[in-house]
């Protein structure tokens, strides 16, 4: 369970000094499952200081590893500083610190089209990237949360749910397809704009090596959804800008619309987690309800009509 850090004055400037930063002013960011922010003023510049609250110090490095490689490929996302001794990751009472330049940008959660394929073109451009040995070779929403919630007994139909959608991905996702580098966590509140144009794509704590596919069905579960239901004319305007970097394969054309249902369902599984088992919620236990709701109104569009509407001419 993450227990989130307040943090004092004095603890702000005991970090700072690792970086050799004199603060001026602070305070707390909201948002964010697992980790607990805050905002730094100094004289010449804005910071944004993270402690991984549900992360191991190795877990920390190696994402700090990540943004650092991202960096170098220029990809439009975090940028890390570094401590005065030249770690991108410091820790302090045993929870790993990062502190990150501070971006100016907007969370806009109704995206127009161009904005989508905006997205679509630098989510290609990642899928490029080679991925490191150190990530997570399987999404941690299947590998960790699937066999923590089946046997418990909170809700034996939301598990006999689950177990039935299981089935359904082993039956129609093969192990075949294309793994890449992924996101994994494509929301729009992961996305920020400035005066329309795509400034950075953020939180790059689900990040791993698995499917493209699974990404793209991320995406446009996380870009695309109105009133629990997959806005088609936005996603394909998401994936034809993916398509401007990388054409996708028939194979994967064919298999995206079970990768929408495999996001929802998997989402919805971090969802029941979180609220029921990590940090118990009675206003945010039904919240993994709506992404049941999309994952059964995905799977109930034709196929027919869901790649004409993707992929038509």
Same mark, same amino acid.
């Given at each position: ?50 402690? $991984?609250?549900?992360?191991? /110090? #190795? *877990? ?21 500083? @570094? ?5 991108? #990751? ?15 940008? !907007? ?20 899928? !490029? ?14 590998? !960790? =949360? ?5 046997? !418990?007994? %909170? ?24 793994? $890449?580098? +992924?996101?994994?966590?494509? =929301? ?19 990040? $791993? ?6 990404? /793209?069905?991320?995406? #446009?579960?996380? /870009? ?7 806005? @088609? ?9 993916? *398509?401007? +970097? ?9 298999? /995206?619309?079970?990768? +929408?249902?495999?996001?929802? #369902? ?12 990590? +940090?118990?919620? %009675? ?14 109104? %995905? ?15």
């Amino acid at each position: 369970m993450a227990h989130y850090t307040q943090l004092s004055s004095y603890d702000i400037q005991a970090i700072a000094n690792y970086y050799n930063l004199t603060i001026l002013d602070f305070e707390s960011i909201n948002g964010g499952a697992g980790n607990s922010s805050y905002l730094l003023q100094t004289t010449e510049e804005k910071y944004v200081l993270t402690v $991984c609250d549900d992360k191991t /110090l #190795v *877990e920390a490095l190696n994402l700090g590893k990540l943004l650092r490689r991202l960096e170098k490929y220029n990809f439009p996302t975090t940028r890390l500083v @570094l401590s005065v001794n030249n770690h991108p #990751v410091v820790s302090y009472h045993d929870k790993p610190i990062m502190l990150k330049i501070y971006i100016e940008g !907007q969370v806009i959660e109704q995206l127009s089209l161009e904005m989508l394929s905006q997205i679509g073109r630098e989510m290609a451009t990642l899928h !490029q990237i080679s991925i490191p040995d150190y990530l997570p070779r399987q999404h941690a929403y299947e590998s !960790q =949360f699937v066999s923590i919630i089946i046997g !418990q007994g %909170i809700d034996s139909d939301y598990e006999a749910w689950l177990i039935k959608q299981q089935r359904y991905f082993e039956k129609n996702i093969s192990s075949e397809l294309s793994h $890449c580098l +992924i996101h994994g966590d494509l =929301f729009y509140d992961n996305i920020l704009f400035e005066n329309n144009n795509l400034k950075a794509i953020i939180d790059f704590e689900e990040a $791993c090596y698995y499917y493209q596919g699974f990404d /793209l069905g991320m995406g #446009v579960l996380g /870009l695309c959804t109105e009133n629990e239901v997959i806005n @088609l004319d936005k996603a394909r305007a998401f994936v034809a800008g993916y *398509e401007q +970097i990388s054409p996708l394969a028939s194979i994967e054309k064919q298999t /995206l619309q079970v990768f +929408i249902q495999h996001a929802a #369902v998997t989402t919805s599984c971090w969802r029941f987690w979180k609220y029921y088992i990590d +940090i118990p919620s %009675i206003e945010k236990a039904n919240k993994h309800r709506q992404m049941m709701k999309i994952a059964e109104n %995905i799977n109930q569009v034709s196929t027919t009509k869901f790649l004409t509407a993707i992929f038509k001419a």
